[in-house]
Structure formats: structure tokens, C-alpha cells
């Protein structure tokens, strides 16, 4: 007669070898996707720190020979800089939000991260004086859902322009909660930044929710040749004329 005890524990611990081997699977897997992961947003940290040394030089060289015409190619390659930005952004979100390991890594990549955009911002501010280019840059400074119920809705807006105005239009997020990067600080006392959602369009602060019509009628003021824009020029004009 077999023992029925032994045949039970048995069964016991075979399912906890087996419960322990795939915890132990999914800790490694998680693991080395972690790694993956990092590695992935610090190997492109490191090309944008490249291509934006690179746009540097250009600018040095375009200064001193104090030749316009060298500005089609550093406007195009500043173009494909600020998308690779944002395609790291997104991707930077994702991999925080569903990440639960390596948090500190991460933090300090969004600090690397905010500083690229820092120095995009500069460069964008740069291209404009030197080239002429028609870029309209937005700083948006935004926090949680408590501190801030309508960053929510400021951000959908934001996205909503961008998708409009496309490569005329650059948006610059800053978290006000971020800790660890001084820059946030420095940019939010610059512009005395106290209340979510603040946009600082073109160096103007705004400090309150801005829906789409209010922000196309502000936008609009650096796109007057815009189609888009056309029936805000009209009404300003029409404004200017009463």
C-alpha cells in the first residue's frame, strides 16, 4: 500500500521546485530586459550628445565664415536630431512606466535626458537668430494629476499643435516633481514658475489651461504666413482695426 503522506509531500515539493525555478526565470528574464533596456536609451543618450557636438562645430564653422547658405544642411540634420529626441522620449516613458527594477538607472536617464532637451532648446533658439527659421519653441512645465488635474488635458493640446504645426512647432516637457537635476529649478525660477500647467511660448509665461483654440490663437502670432493661421491673422487684424 503506497503511503499517502509521502506521495503528498512529494506533490508539495515538486510544485515548489517548480514554483521557485520559474520565479527565479522570470527575475533573470526581467533581468537582462532591464539591462537591455538601459543599455538601449544610453547607447542613444550617447549618439545625441554626438550629433549635438556635431551641430556645435557646424555652427562654430557657419559663425566664422559668416555663410548663410550653410543653413539648409544644419537645419536638416537639427531636424532629424529633435525627432531621434522625441522617438527617445517615447521610449523613455514606456520602459519607466513598466519598469519596476533599476529605478535609480532610469532617473538618472531622464536627468540625461532633460538635459538633452535643455540643450536642443538652446540650439533651436540659436537657428532661429542665425538662419532665420521659421521654429516657435514651447516650454511646458507640468506635475502629477494631483498637484495637477488639467496637465492632462495641456499635454493632449500640446500633442494635438504638434501634430498641426509639426516641425515649426517644438515642445520641451519639464516634470516639476523630477528631483536630481538642477536645470529644472534654474528654468522654473527664470520664468518663476509656481502653478501647473505653465507654458512659456517664445518667452511669454502662461500659467493656466489653455484649450486648442487659445493656444492656435498664440502660436498663430509667429505663423502669420501659416494657412492654418488664417483665420486667426483675420481676427486679429479685424481686433486691431475696431
Not at 532629424?80 to 522625441?86: M, T
Amino acid at each position: 500500500m503506497v503511503n499517502t503522506r509521502r506521495v503528498s509531500t512529494e506533490k508539495y515539493v515538486i510544485a515548489a521546485v517548480i514554483t521557485i525555478g520559474i520565479f527565479l526565470f522570470g527575475l533573470l528574464l526581467g533581468l537582462y530586459i532591464e539591462g537591455k533596456r538601459a543599455v538601449y536609451i544610453e547607447s542613444m543618450g550617447r549618439e545625441q550628445n554626438m550629433n549635438y557636438n556635431s551641430l556645435q562645430l557646424q555652427y562654430a564653422f557657419m559663425d566664422q565664415l559668416s555663410k548663410e547658405e550653410n543653413c539648409d544642411a544644419v537645419s536638416k540634420t537639427f531636424e532629424d536630431n529633435i525627432k531621434n529626441l522625441e522617438s527617445t522620449r517615447e521610449r523613455l516613458e514606456e520602459f519607466d512606466e513598466k519598469s519596476t527594477l533599476n529605478k535609480e538607472d532610469f532617473n538618472i536617464l531622464r536627468r540625461d535626458y532633460v538635459l538633452a532637451q535643455i540643450r536642443y532648446w538652446l540650439l533651436a533658439k540659436r537657428t532661429k537668430d542665425v538662419c532665420k527659421r521659421d521654429i516657435t519653441t514651447v516650454l511646458y512645465f507640468y506635475s502629477d494629476n494631483v498637484g495637477c488635474p488639467d496637465c492632462g488635458k495641456q499635454a493632449f493640446v500640446l500633442t494635438y499643435l504638434k501634430k498641426l504645426f509639426k516641425d515649426k512647432l517644438l515642445v520641451f516637457s519639464f516634470d516639476s516633481q523630477q528631483e536630481g537635476e538642477p536645470m529644472i529649478n534654474i528654468l522654473k525660477h527664470t520664468y518663476n514658475v509656481t502653478k501647473y500647467p505653465t507654458l512659456v511660448i517664445e518667452g511669454e509665461k502662461f500659467t493656466s489651461l489653455m484649450d486648442k483654440t487659445e493656444s492656435l490663437k498664440e502660436i498663430c502670432r509667429y505663423h502669420l504666413t501659416d494657412e492654418k493661421c488664417a483665420p486667426y491673422v483675420q481676427q486679429n487684424e479685424t481686433s486691431t482695426e475696431n
